[in-house]
């Protein structure tokens, strides 16, 4: 933590230079409430989004987003290339640069048991005043630079899903629960890894003791693991964050791989060659993806 910039920060003049931009920016975004624009995104279609409130019998495949203005944005995305800045444990894939899901998977060849938790509405229970201790207690930044800080990053008290910042800080503001889970995890000789919301942990045997310690340390942080995502599973092969992984071999699922299929009848069948050329480009990138998991 001492090697981040913002580590004893204690000026408004010194966190404005910081972020590149001027005081009386930070004082105008301080006194402003109108910074978010809310949408709803599906769930499972990246492209579907709603700028109006879902019907109440489509609403449980929609969450709400909170898409910060421009020049919020900017400051978070500052913000976050900043805190990327300091060494993040070997457990942790994301959001660090340079890691990927890919990488979060293989890192439990090997295993014979695993138990799979999801942390329910992430964001949205990391909440401001996790953020505040984060900054005033683990950075120790002066109270007026925390409270900025916190402004910046955080809205109607909770972690926003749309800022830039929202990922690194929800790993950071919740900094005693990952060090409690490490020590549980070491302490039973198993290994374990973050990915954003989800907990892998794996070994050749798991105690529900060891689960149990862990899930205990989540309700206490204020957080609350989603029963319908945990799974546990002995001799069989794991799906962890869209990765198969069986004994000392990665592989995609077998709905990737059926996609696929389907991806190269239709180019086989395609008349127009713009959707020829649309096509290609989607079977090489899942090509790549598969070559990519197998690989490692």
Known sequence: MRDSPFFRLRTRKKLAALLRVSEATLE????RNDLYTRCWKHKSDKNRWLRQQPAPDISAHYRPIDIPDGGLKAIQSRIADLLSRITPPDWLYSPVKGRSYVDNAASHKGSKAFWLLDIADYFPSCTANNVAHFFRCKLECSRDVTAILVHLSTWQQC?????????????????????????????????HSVYADDITISGQIIRKEVIWEIKRAVHKHGLTIKATKELSLIDKPADITGVIVHGDRTRLPNRQLKRLFELRGQRHLAKSNVLKRLLDVQIAGRVAQMRQVQQL
């Open 159 to 191: 972690l926003p899903q749309g800022s830039p910042c929202s990922p690194i800080l929800s790993y950071f503001s919740n900094l005693d629960l990952w060090e409690t889970i490490e020590q549980s995890v070491a302490q039973a000789g198993l290994k």
């Open 28 to 31: 105008n975004i301080q006194l």
